[in-house]
């Protein structure tokens, strides 16, 4: 496949290898349905991940309790990185599929977006780079998506229409910019940034402008995701030294940081629920990568997927569809 998986074992094996070939993807699937899925407004909660659990990268819902786990995607192909839009009608991902049209790129394709209806069905791609695309992000008004594009060496972020065009890079970088995600009202984005050999948390207006620094060393800090009152990141906070990570607080602002998890392992890819009130990450804490849930003090820490293949990647949606009663 022709994508990583996001966790920071990926990141840390090529960071140590060579910094400056940092590659940080996730990949994906062909087509699927969960059948007999209905949409709407009226959903419920549900965390949307990806996992080698059958064989090969697919994207799956659970609830947060860890129960009704459903399959969404089947296909020989890599889907991963997925997000909900905002509504919860739809999942954007990341896939190696290869489309008829779409030139020769066996055995698998580069990454590139997608973005399919809640139930699996519908995929569409939307980008067509030549290398990889992945790490997408919707606005909240679910006009627009951002993303992590592979261009030669280095990584840098695009933003898109939530239907593909006006595709643009969000503005040039000494380094290497990566895994986006906007404010809850639109107008700023946060994002990590790979630069000397140090990985800090930016950011930056919507329009590539004002760019300031939140976080700042010994430590990396990377992956933020805001708390849906704008006020709040959470992210992963890693040691460089022995690439422990525990999943912290800071404010916007960079100040008050605080530690929510202390656990031996590498906990990450933080993303809040949409009440603010808890937040779901990925830890190895019992062997293979898993999704946890705590609330949004640390309290209350608790695992909803166990599987030896590794969970990864979750996003959290209280708008989901309504999925039907397994027979």
Known sequence: MNGEVSSLTTLLSRTMALLAVFILTAVGPDH????????????EERIVFYSNRDGNDEIYVVRPDGKDLRR????DADDGAPAWSPDGTHIAFASDRHEAGSGQCSP????????????????????????????????????????TVVEGERRHIWVMNADGSDQRRLMTSPGEDLRPRFSPDGTELVFTRLLN??????????????????????RWNVYASWSPD????????????????????????????????????RDED?????????????TPRRGSYDIWVMNADGSGQRQITDHPAGDYWPDWTDRATRYPDPE
């Not at 699927?32 to 959903?43: K, L, P, V």
């Not at 977006?113 to 909240?140: C, K, N, Y």
């Not at 993303?271 to 009130?277: A, F, L, V, Y």
């Open 197 to 218: 050999g140090d990985m800090q948390l930016f950011l930056v207006n919507a329009d590539g402008t004002n760019l300031r620094q939140i976080t700042n060393g010994p």
């Open 32 to 43: 699927c349905r969960a059948a007999g899925a209905t949409t709407g407004n009226d959903g």
């Open 230 to 265: 704008g006020t709040t990141f959470a992210f992963a906070s890693l040691d460089p030294n022995d690439f422990e990570a525990e999943i912290h607080l800071i404010e916007v602002d960079g100040s008050n940081e605080r530690a929510l998890t202390d656990e031996a392992g």
């Open 108 to 147: 698998a394709c580069p990454d590139q977006i997608f973005i399919m209806r809640a139930d699996g069905s519908g995929p569409s791609r939307l980008t067509q780079h030549e290398g990889v695309a992945t790490l997408p992000a919707w606005s909240q008004d679910g006009r627009h998506i951002a993303y």
């Open 72 to 75: 969404l995607t089947f296909n």
């Open 270 to 282: 933080a993303e809040w629920s949409p009440d603010g009130k808890r937040i779901v990450f990925q």
